[in-house]
């Protein structure tokens, strides 16, 4: 076996990346034990991967920690309602019907909107259906322009018989 052509066959690459077969990781496991020149190969292959890494990595925004820590202050604070007696209020005739108004804080510096997984199911359901629909759709306009042709062919050849027939009693 050529220790270079082994290199360069793309197997340490598929190894660092993760997507070997449980063989082929034994298989190079053990060459890398017998040959330094594979050892060699991926710790340069391990350390370049490791650098495109850190090149491409985005930082988080500066002030995410905090958010993760007063959210995290907000849970510790968060008053146990399973042991909080409940109380209703009373029952009012002709009073103010108005109900008591919850407000949801948003958050405006998040650029993404959470969507519930049933919707995306949905989302996805409607758009495989109307890529069929589409696919109806030209087949059945293709379907009736043939037709078309063919009853212009067909009434051509009719008047074409009808032609002859009328020659034929003169």
């Excluded at 082929?24 to 060459?31: A, D, H």
């Excluded at 034990?33 to 190969?41: D, G, M, N, R, V």
């Excluded at 949801?104 to 495989?128: N, P, Y």
Aim: glycine residues 4%.
């Amino acid at each position: 076996m050529k220790i270079n052509e082994y290199i360069e066959s793309g197997i340490l690459e598929a190894y660092v990346l993760g997507s070997t077969s449980e063989a082929e990781t034994r298989e190079l496991l053990f060459l890398k034990a017998k040959y330094p020149q594979i050892q060699e190969a991926l710790q340069y292959l391990e350390m370049d991967m490791e650098r495109v890494a850190q090149k491409m990595s985005i930082p988080p925004p500066p002030d995410l920690w905090l958010k993760i820590e007063s959210h995290l202050n907000e849970l510790a604070e968060v008053p146990d309602f399973d042991t909080t007696p409940v109380r209703r209020p009373p029952n009012r005739k002709g009073g103010d019907h108005r109900k008591s108004r919850q407000f949801i804080e948003v958050d405006a510096s998040s650029s993404h909107m959470r969507v519930h997984k049933i919707w995306r199911w949905l989302f996805i359901g409607v758009f495989i259906l109307g890529k069929i629909f589409l696919g109806f759709a030209i087949y059945f306009y293709l379907e009736n322009r043939q037709l078309k042709q063919e009853i212009i062919k067909l009434k051509s050849q009719l008047e074409k018989y009808e032609n002859a027939k009328q020659n034929q009693q003169l």
